[in-house]
């Protein structure tokens, strides 16, 4: 697949893999791109394999993707 069909894939893989929207996995991947994440991929063809976006797709997110911060708890109203 060309470089651009391999960063569709990422993108489609991530709103597929957990239920984002396709907008945050755009940014996502548009990070990571930006970040020379894909820069090999670009320039070798044999690295843009279905297998590679799945386990890159991973990668992605789990880089990206940050969790909400734990809310803490309510303070007890003292009588």
């Known amino acids: 697949m060309t470089y651009e069909e391999y960063l569709d894939e990422v993108t489609t893989l991530i709103t597929e893999l957990y239920d984002i929207s ?8 548009m990070r990571a791109q ?18 590679r976006a799945e386990q890159d797709a991973r990668t992605v997110y789990a880089q990206q993707h940050k ?13």
């Open 22 to 29: 396709d907008a945050a996995a755009i940014k996502y991947v």
């Open 34 to 51: 930006a970040a020379d994440f894909f820069t090999l991929h670009d320039d070798d063809a044999e690295m843009r394999t279905q297998e």
């Open 67 to 79: 969790p909400p911060a734990p809310t803490p708890p309510k303070k007890e109203k003292r009588k």
